[in-house]
Structure formats: structure tokens, C-alpha cells
């Protein structure tokens, strides 16, 4: 996460990771402009490179090799990453709706998010049919095929619907790759039928008679049996019917036709061609919008119809990036003119390209080897990407906001007096505030509902307080998000004690800077963290916020709990067994992410594990008769074990093997990436008996490795533990692992507790 001293005056956002927008976030990475703040909101964290799909399919590249990882491209950019889908466009309010968070607001908007087979043509289609895009739909089905034929016997038929280049690549790499899995196999690759489909005369119709020669040749020579003129009326499960009445049985069936831009942009009121594409201006402008643009696919150049590819796309990267810099800096955007004949590089799967440019062609396989180079190194200027130790060492391009946006930020930010504790205003905090909702209860006499110096509870008889306080910095740039873990971080000591949440006070800093980007860090943070406190029936009683130099947030929380039913650390007794219920490694991967080091996948597993409430997890837990539990956090797993071995007066035994660990967290650990906290932690390897011989363990770091919002560690009797561990994974944490037991106190023990096992 990139800090800047500089205050947010512009926010340009990024919808979908397209090849134009991440040509616009390493412009931007190389050359930021002070005051300028992008955010991409993106479905996909990883987004692929369109030249390379038909190499992957073919199996001649990983998954790696061919997309872009946007959460370390934006961390590169110092840009904020929401992985999430837009659904809308409010252009009155400026802001952009989302499937899974508050809307986002915007003063510059562009969108570069692709197109999409349009399967709703076609009755069935949309529920039996696999439409190409999103990729990631098409990639789970085409792993889940790759599966599939390792058990499957007898004959196998895949049909494709579209003859254009896609189709074709497509039809052409799919089929090698499965003959070449069939035959590893010992199985006969000849059991493989495909089917190519198209309403058209001919394949490929936007190429040059020789292209088309060449392709029409290699579906004959490798058995694809073509179907021209043969426009598809409808589509049922594992069948497809033509117009003219043919009918074809299918085991999967590949929608590669005419794409067209999602239906949300209807409601948008931007102009929109017959295929729901953007009618934009020279300038990649919308037609009636001058603060949205739109590039790649999902745009219309008026003056400028070209044919939809990956090369337009990556080619207005360039002037998109410029634009967007124009406008936020008060200038004009400039035209852009987009060559006329461009070159295709089509392949046949069995590493042989064509080269396609208006009515030239050449191929060989010496093509497939130069797309390969370009194609390489193309992605190359996405994948290594230098660590940025420091923002302000970017270069400075000298651009700056105009002066009247200057002196407003000056204004805003630098006349802080401190007077006042540093506080928000009033006015931005009840803005902030007043689009939340938190949870009312019976038990909150006053609270945020009826606002007064102090929040007043009742507590029922019978009944004691558990009451617990956490905060810390942001460790990622996403409020929602950061709001939702620390909330969650917050609750875990209450489910941990066995406890209900009653309520929670938020104590928060947001960066300075003008009142509305203020109001908004402020409202999306608190958003998140509302929704899991009132998903755990916690109420938000009140709080208060200042402004400081970075994001933080914590919360002083209160819980109900029956006296006779609390979950101590002091509770283990030997012979139980200790449970994790979720995977640890998060104070690694962060260190990572923040080095550029981590995989994008591995921070998003990692904040699916921070955003699960632990709530449902001690409940069971309790019901399984456990009298021990504690939340891992800071201290790290061992760290959090001994002290629950010290007040129970027993040792235990970790087993390393049988540990849950977050995806990547090996690996970033085993590259000596970790935590700032971990030295502190690392000093409890004394309390580990013959700790040499396991150092060299690749899971001995992470034993050490802090963690935020981490899971339960608790104990449960060895005769309840399978039946516990089998619950948990049902109600939804699948890592639940059992990964020790609890031993009687040994002579030695009480300087060495811990004894491990792999
Ligand atoms: C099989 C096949 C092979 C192809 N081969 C080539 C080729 O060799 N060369 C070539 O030039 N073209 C090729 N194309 C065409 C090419 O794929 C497209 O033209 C190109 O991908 C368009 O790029 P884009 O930047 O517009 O969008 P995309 O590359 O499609 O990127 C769109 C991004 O937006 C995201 N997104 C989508 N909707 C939303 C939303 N609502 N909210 C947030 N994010 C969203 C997606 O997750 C994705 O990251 C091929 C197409 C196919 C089907």
C-alpha cells in the first residue's frame, strides 16, 4: 500500500482491467500526477492477455504466463484495487454502483471492460452453452473438461458456435491440446469430435482469401467438421438445433459469436450503438459524457469502426492515459487516430501461426516463434515490475493540479490547527455517518440512534460484560474492505471468550484532506464495518474520528457472556485436542504484497479468510464442550498457544504437517519476506523444546507470523474433536484442521511448553 503526503484532489476510476486500462495504470506508475488518486474496479483480479488465451488453452503457456495481475499492477500504481463488478453508472452523483460494496464515487470515469458472446440470441443458449467470456467462466469449464477427460471413456463431442478468428483459434487449440491429453493417456485421441458453426458463408470473414485457405485446410486436416450457412435456432442440454433443422448431440458446447456490451449500460444513459457498445469520440470520450470515457472492446469509435481486438485495445492505452491525465489537470483531451490495417497473428494450436494484414499473409512456424517473443514481451512490461520502496521516489513529471484546486487542498489540509484533537468536522462525520444503518437492540438505552455524550447499556441479569479493544493502521488501500477485517479482527477476542457482541465504539484517523474525499474514505471504512458488526448483532454505540496521517481503525467492544460459560485461555486440559479453524499466513502475504511480491489470488484468499466472521465457529465450538479458545492474532500461532499453555499448566504438542496455511504464505515466507512483527514473535521459540531441528521447516516461519482477523485456537476433548471439526467445515470453514494436542506438564515444561511434530 502506497502512503503520499500529497491530499486526494481528483479520483480517476478504472472500470474493468482491460488491455487499455493496464497500459493506463503503468503510465500512470511511471509518471503519477500528484493529487490524481485511480481506483480499478475489477471483477477479475487477474485479467488475461488475449493474444496468449489460445497458447494457454493449447497448453503451451500456465495460467501465469497469460494474465496480468491487477492487484500488484495497481499496487505498482500506487492505485487502489476493488475487486469487484459494476452493475451501474449514477451520473448525476458521479459514481459508480457495484455488485458487492457502497457505490464509488468518481470525478473522471473510464471503462474498459470487454465484450461478451451474446448468448441471450439464442433461446437455451444462456443456460447450456459456454460463453468464451468472462474467461474466468470459460477457464473453470475448461479445467473442469481437462478433469474430465482423465476418467472419461467412449466418444466425446464439443461443438463451437462462431467461425470468426476466436472461434477458430479456439476450435484449433482446444483440439490439440485434448488429442495430446487423451494420448498421454494410453486413451485413442480419435474418440474427439469437434463441430465448428456459423451462420456465415465462411470462416474467418475479416480476413484475406489466402487466411481463410490456409484455416479452412487445417479444420479438414484435423477432422474439425465445419458447418457453414448454419445459423443456430436453439440450444437444450448437450444439444443444438440450426435454422435449416440440423440437429447435433454435444458434451459441451463453446459460444464464440458477435459480442455485444453488457445490459446495465441501458440504465446509464450513455449513448449506445445496437450491440450496447459506447459511442465514443476521438478523444475515447462518450458521446454525451465528457468525464466518461471508454476504450477496448465495450467502445465504439465512431469515426473509427474497427473490428473488436486485443492490439485496438493495448493501443489506445497510450492516449487514454494521456486524456485522462489532460482532464484531471483542467486541459483539453486530444484525438486519436487509430492505424487503419492492423496485424493479426492467428495460430492452429500446434505452435503455427498466420500473419493476417489486409490482403498480405505469411505463415510457418517460425510465425507462431516471433508471436511468441511479442506476445512474451509484451507481458513482460506487466509481470516485472521493480518493488516502489517509497512513493515519493516516483519520478515527478513536474504536472500538478491547477492552482485554484491547489489552494482549496492548501486550505483544506495545511490550516490544520490541531486544536481540536484533530478531529473530523461535524458536518463531513454526520454526512459520513448518516448513510449508515447500524443495528438497533433492546439492551442499547442510548446509543447512535438517540446520540448523547456517552452510550448507555443494559445488561440482563445473570449475565457478566466481556469487554475487549483492538485498532490498527490500513494494510490495504480499500476502506470497505480494511473497515469489514478490522470489525470483524475486532469481535474475534468476544466469540473467542465464548462471548455475544453487544456493541462496539469505533475509534478511526483518516488521511487529511478535502471534505469529500474525506467523507467518502470515511463512509466506505465505516460501511464495512457496520455490515459485519450488525451481522454479528453488535451495535455501533458511537465512536470518534480524527484525521492522522494514515488510515486506522479499531474498535472498543462489548459482549454478554453467563459466567459459567467462558472460554479462557487458562481452560486446556491434557489429553483434548487443539483446533485451527482458519488457515494463518497473512502478516507474510501482506508483507509480499506490499514488496510486489505476492500473487493477486493469494492476497484475495487472504482477505476471504480476514473477512470470516468467527461467530458461527465458537458457537459450535461451545456446543462441543470446549473450555479453551483464544483468537490467533498478533503474537502469531505459537505466540497465542503458549500463552494458553501458561495459565492451564500444561504443554502441548503441534503437529507442522497437519497446520492450515493460507495460500502463498509458504512460499512468500520461504523468500524471507516477512512480517515487521515476526522478529518480536520469533522470541518465543524459546518456549519450543529441541527448536534447532525445526527451523529449517518450511512451515516453522509462520508459526511465528502475525495475524489479523486470524481464526480460533481452541481445545476440544479428543473423543468430540472429528465430529467438531466436521461441523465446523460445514458451517463454512473448510480449513478446520486439527492440529495438536494438549499434553501433561513435563518436569522441564514450564520453559520449554511446546514440543513439535511433523
Ligand atoms: C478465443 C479468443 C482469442 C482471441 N485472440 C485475439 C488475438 O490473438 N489478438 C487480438 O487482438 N484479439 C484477440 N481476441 C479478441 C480479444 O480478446 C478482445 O478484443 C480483447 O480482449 C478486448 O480487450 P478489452 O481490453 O476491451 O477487454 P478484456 O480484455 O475483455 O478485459 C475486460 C476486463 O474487464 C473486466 N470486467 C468486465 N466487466 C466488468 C464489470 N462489470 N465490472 C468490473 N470489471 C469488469 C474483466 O474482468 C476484464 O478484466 C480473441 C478473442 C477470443 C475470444
Redesign the pocket.
Known sequence: MQTSDQPVLRDIVL???????VGVLKRFAMNPVPGVRLTL????TH??Y??M??GY?AGHYSYDDVHID?SKLAEFAGARFYR????GIDRDRKRVR?LNRPDVPYDILSI????SPQVSDVEGALEYAVP?????GFNQRWLALLSRIEIHEGPLTLAVVGAG???V??TLAMQFRLRNELRQRGKNPDQLHFHLFDSAADILPTHNSRVRDIFRKALSDRGVKVHLGAAVRKVEEGLLMTEAGETLKADELLW?TRAGG?A?LRDTGLALDDNLFIKVRDTLQTENDDSIFA?????NVVNYPRE???????RQGRPLADNLKRMALGKSPRDFHPQKHWL???STGDKFAVASRSHVHFAGAWVWQWKNWIDRRFMKKFTDLPPMEDSTKLPDTGAAINAEDASQAISAVAMRCGGCGAKVGSTVLSRALGELTPLDRDDIVIGLHSPDDAAVLRIPPGKAVVHTVDFFRAFIDDPYIFGRVAANHSLGDIFAMGAEAQSATAVATVPYGIESKVEDVLFQMMSGAVEVLNAAGCALVGGHTGEGKELALGFAVNGLIDPDEVMSKGGLRAGDVLILTKPIGTGTLFAAHARLAAKGRWIDAALASMTQSSKLAAECLRRYGSRACTDVTGFGLLGHLVEMTRPSGVDAELDLSAIPILPGAEETAAAGILSTLQPANIRLRRGIRDQEKWVSHPKYPLIFDPQTAGGLLASVSADQAQACVQELKALGYPHTAIIGRVTAQDMQGAIEPITLKD
Do not use: M, Q, Y
Open positions: 472500470i474493468g482491467g482491460g488491455h487499455s486500462h474496479i475489477c471483477r477479475d485479467t488475461p488475449s493474444g488465451l489460445p488453452v491487477l469487484d463488478e459494476a452493475k457495484c474498459n471492460i470487454g465484450s468464451v467470456k468472462p474467461i474466468t478468428a476466436g472461434g483459434e479456439l464464440v453488457p446495465w476504450a477496448g472492446d465495450i467502445a473488436k481486438a486485443g492490439v485496438f485495445a493495448v493479426a497473428l492467428i
